[in-house]
RNA sequence: GCGUCGGUGGUAGAGCGGUCAAAUACUAGGGACUGUAAAUCCCUCGCCUUCGGGCUACGUAGGUUCGAAUCCUACCCGGCGCA
């Protein structure tokens, strides 16, 4: 994986670049979708693709599971697996010792409307015996699965072995995301805990490449006496140097100014032998307020030539916030959840679409869209002068009818139209930096999203 | 015509003397969702309300009872059986 900057946001931490991995190049900042499962929900990698998104990240915590990473791997990998030729990704499954440890049952996700931290203090102390699904021990994380109740302890070798077998374009090290709500002490203590988890990632990481390295040398003397090995063909040599991936460090440290900028050092000087990480996440559970600075802290610190990736982020306001201050990529569940739970973007805020004044509403969601459901990529049609025609694509009553009647296809349109938006929304806010009108774009973009009046 | 079973809120369907404005599901209305425990979840769903409560309701009309959706009588409507 290669990052090369293209160019910088002038009197901010922003700027435009390229990723080069062995699936192509991802133009940056971007918008990654999110398919946890080896499938971006509701979607065919080819609707996928043409949202214009890039790349595609997995989980490996939910891949582990099922179909287990021996599968994905025997398939030649998560790529190859669910049919996407471009980049992929997969995250190391430390979001889960949140999302099923101490936020499993509990009102509190990627992000708490709780400001006060110290607010919710007391209760975590009756809350000891909670029923969770992740338990952090000594070294690692035992995750009873959600599927059948079954123990797995994860460790970060382990997380590294299963990406490694998943053999994605770039994986990250296994951190522990931690709730806001834990007081500063317990911050500490997790941020310790995931900067050892780091250094043995990434210890990890090296030692399976080293093998990597040699078993490919070994591959190499059949091929070389020209005895090709049963079942195999020509085109195995290459797939396994394929599965060489770039290995991301992840930075936590909660809401403290201190520790965010101590993990920042800590994770962009972690190395061994003088092999570092090759990018950085940005993980962590926000107060939306708090979000900003913390990016802002990190980013002045990393290395200015690697990749940053805001890990789970976002809505159209953080994407701004995020690459204003030096964020180069973005991955969010939002588009596609909330376009199967019936929920649209829009230049002027998010609709939802099941609502009574779009039963008889027979416009697209956005008529100057450009995504399939709105009708903007139906150029193809001729019409009777051999003229192109615009689609009228699908209107808003049609969608809600879709969602009304529980037709699988409601989630389809709502999730095409809204992972075009957000991934497209990313692509011209990259090309504002290039044409240097960052600002007067996210002015004019903002003041339209986050005003109340409809469409 | 006789007998019999039944008629409950937008729908289906519980309730079978007080704790019933009536379970539950669906429909409908509104909302939430940020490294996916999620095609999920939450709230509302007779009328009025100063949110304490008030009023009208379980086919219709009477009656029994301190009290009836629940018991009795008549009538209306529907299913089934027999003529």
């Known amino acids: 994986m290669e990052f090369k900057i293209e160019k910088k946001l002038k009197k901010s931490l922003g700027r435009a670049g390229v990723i080069t991995t062995l699936h192509g ?13 080896a499938t971006v929900k509701s979607l065919n990698p080819e609707q996928v693709k043409d949202t214009g998104a890039q790349a595609v990240l997995g989980n490996t915590y939910h891949l582990y599971l099922q179909p287990g990473d021996a599968i994905v791997r025997e398939a030649g990998g998560i790529g190859k697996f669910m049919n996407w030729s471009g980049p992929t990704m997969t995250d190391s499954g430390g979001f889960q010792v949140f999302s099923l440890g101490v936020a499993y049952g509990k ?25 969770r699904l992740a338990k952090i021990g000594a070294d690692g994380v035992s995750f009873k699965s959600h599927l059948d109740g079954s123990i797995h302890y994860i460790t970060p070798e382990k997380s590294i ?30 941020l310790e805990r995931t900067h050892r988890w780091a250094e043995r990632s ?10 990597k390295a040699s078993s490919f040398i070994g591959l190499l003397s059949p091929l070389a006496s020209g005895a090709l090995p049963l ?17 991301f460090g992840i930075i936590q440290g909660g809401r403290d100014e201190n ?20 990018g950085f996440g940005i993980g962590g559970s926000f107060a939306k307020e708090d979000m900003s600075s913390a990016v802002r802290w990190v980013n002045e610190i990393l290395p200015e030539n690697k990749p940053r990736h805001l890990l789970g982020i976002g809505e159209p306001e953080d994407l701004f916030m995020g690459i204003e201050n030096g964020v180069d990529l973005f991955d969010c569940v939002l588009p596609t959840r909330l376009g199967r739970n019936g929920t649209v973007y829009t230049k002027f805020g998010k609709i939802i679409i099941t609502n009574t004044k779009f039963r008889n509403d027979f416009l697209p969601i956005e008529e100057d869209c450009e995504c399939y459901t709105c009708g903007g990529k139906r150029s193809d049609l001729k019409g009777a002068q051999g003229l192109t025609l615009r689609s009228q694509g699908y209107s808003k009553a049609y969608v809600a009818h879709l969602f009304h009647g529980k037709e699988m296809l409601a989630g389809t349109l709502a999730s095409i139209h809204n992972l075009y938006f957000i991934v497209n929304l ?13 600002f007067e774009f996210k002015k004019e973009f903002l003041k339209n999203y986050l005003s109340p009046h409809q469409v």
């Not at 190049?25 to 499962?37: H, L, N, Q, R, S």
């Not at 520790?259 to 090759?278: C, H, M, P, Q, V």
């Not at 990313?426 to 960052?438: A, E, G, L, S």
């Open 161 to 190: 072995q299963i990406q490694h077998n998943l053999g994605a374009d770039i994986i990250f090290a296994f951190d522990e995301c931690t709730s806001p709500v834990e007081d500063l002490k317990y911050q500490e203590e997790a």
């Open 202 to 211: 990434l210890r990890e990481h090296i030692n399976l490449n080293a093998d």
């Open 426 to 438: 990313v692509k011209k806010i990259r090309q504002t930096i290039i044409d240097n009108n960052f």
């Open 25 to 37: 190049e991802i133009e940056t900042p971007a918008f990654v979708a999110v398919g946890t499962k």
């Open 259 to 278: 520790l965010r900028k101590k993990s920042a050092k800590i994770i962009s000087e972690t190395n061994i032998d003088g092999k570092y990480f090759d």
């Open 107 to 131: 009102d509190i996700s990627k992000i708490t409307k709780i400001t006060d931290p110290s607010l919710l203090i007391p209760e975590r102390f009756d809350d000891n015996d909670a029923p």
């Open 231 to 247: 079942g195999s063909s020509a085109c195995e040599t290459p797939s396994k140097r394929e599965s060489s991936s770039a290995l």
